[in-house]
C-alpha cells in the first residue's frame, strides 16, 4: 500500500508500505510511477509479502476483544 508518512500509518503499515510526504505531491506522483515501473522487483514483491502479513494481525474481532478487555479493566468487571 502506499501511505502518508504520518505516524499513524507507520504505526499500522509498519515496513509493508511506501511511504510519502502527504504535502509533496511530486514525490507521491515519484512513488505512484516507481511502483508502476517496478511492480515486478523484489522490493515491491517484498512490500506486498508484508503487507499481506500484516493485515492478518488485524480483524474486527480482535479489535472488539481487546476493547471489551480494556473496558473491564477499567470498571473492574469481569467478563466469563
Known amino acids: 500500500?502506499?501511505?502518508?508518512g504520518l505516524t499513524a500509518s507507520r504505526a499500522v503499515c509498519a515496513d509493508a508500505a511506501v511511504y510519502f510526504d502527504p504535502y509533496d505531491t511530486s514525490e507521491m506522483a515519484e512513488?505512484?510511477?516507481d511502483?508502476?515501473?517496478k511492480s515486478n522487483s523484489s522490493v515491491?514483491?517484498?512490500k506486498?509479502?508484508?503487507g499481506i502479513?500484516?493485515?492478518?494481525m488485524f480483524s474486527w474481532k480482535k479489535m472488539a476483544k481487546e476493547t471489551?478487555?480494556?473496558y473491564e479493566s477499567c470498571f473492574?468487571?469481569?467478563h466469563n
Do not use: D, H, M, V
Open 53 to 56: 502479513e500484516r493485515a492478518g
Open 48 to 50: 506486498i509479502s508484508k
Open 44 to 46: 515491491y514483491q517484498t
Open 35 to 37: 511502483a508502476i515501473n
Open 1 to 4: 500500500p502506499f501511505r502518508n
Open 76 to 78: 473492574g468487571l469481569r
Open 68 to 70: 471489551l478487555r480494556i
Open 31 to 33: 512513488k505512484l510511477e
